[in-house]
Structures are given as C-alpha cells and as structure tokens.
C-alpha cells in the first residue's frame, strides 16, 4: 500500500457474520438487490452512496435499516461492524469461511482476520484485481490509522502464528474465535 497506488475503485467487499456471507457491497452509488424474487416489472430501488447484492435472505431487513440509518459509505461500515458484521474485500473466496477473529487495540475494534488465503484490504484501499494475495490469512483493516501497520504484519510473515506474533507485538488481542 503506497500514497502512489490508488487501488481499486470502486471498493468492493463483502458482509459476513457468523461465517456467512450476508451481502455484497460496492462503494459507489448503485442499486440495492434482494434475494427474492422480483415482481414483474420491478426495478430495484437506486441508492446513493452503495451498490449492494443480498446472500443472505434472513438478514435483508436488519441492513437495510443499518444503510437506511447511515449517511456515507464510512458511517455504513462503521454501522456494519458495530452490529457484529465484519468486511473482506470481495474477491475472496467464501466456502467454508473460517470463523473472523476480530482484532482489537485498547479495547477497539481495529480489523479482522480469518484463517485462509485471502486479499489484504482497508475500508480505505483494496488492490486492484488479484493483488495483495496472502497464502496464510486474510486480513481486513478497520483502523485507518493501523491500515499500513496491518498490511506490513500480513505481507512479513509466511504463517498465521508468526503473523500472530507481529500483531500481538503491536499491541493487539483477538476476540475468541468459533
């Protein structure tokens, strides 16, 4: 991650809780989709500062009213992760999601880690295309300021206890995992 390098625009992630993918979500102006069959004729409703896709039918209520109560993308996320979700850029891969481990210092929520090969991703930057890839976890940063400290932990270390080593080194604890 560097000043030079943009990333990927329009950010995308995905919405997870409980190892399950709820909702897919692009920071851009859009469309909000439903797992449910559309009437005929239906147009989805537009949105102003999300383009989102429902994967979980049993939780489109609850997120809408978290988006409906948000006024930016940042406050939707800050919203999400609140409520129990955690985010990971969406060009992971989802099967059998390892359980997130959220990551905290000083008793705040800074990221989440899952066990499995995956993209490093901030809430402010993602990599373009298949960048950033880490054979040993997948880690998402919520903490702008341990954005750049996060990505450097993941990119240094070649398995998750050494990365796990690092991240207590900086300071932070885990939430038990599931």
Request: aromatic share 8%.
């Amino acid at each position: 991650m560097s000043a030079s390098d943009h990333g990927r625009a329009p950010r995308a992630y995905l919405v997870v809780r409980d190892r399950n993918p709820l909702l897919r979500v692009e920071a851009r102006p859009g469309h909000l989709r439903s797992m449910a069959a559309p009437p005929e004729g239906w147009v989805p409703p537009s949105h102003p500062f999300v383009d989102a896709s429902s994967m979980d039918p049993v939780s489109e209520d609850e997120l809408r009213t978290v988006l409906e109560a948000s006024t930016s993308f940042a406050d939707f996320t800050a919203r999400l992760i609140a409520a129990g979700c955690d985010l990971m850029s969406a060009s992971n891969d989802t099967w059998d999601l390892p359980p997130a481990r959220r990551l905290y210092v000083d008793g705040r929520v800074v990221g989440a880690v899952w066990a499995q090969a995956g993209q490093f991703a901030s809430l402010d930057w993602q990599p373009d295309g298949d960048a950033d890839v880490y054979p040993h976890a997948l880690v998402t940063a919520y903490a702008p300021g341990l954005a750049d400290a996060l990505h450097g932990a993941v990119a240094a270390t070649r398995t998750l206890a050494e990365l796990e080593d690092v991240l207590a080194g900086l300071g932070a604890t885990y939430s038990p995992g599931c």
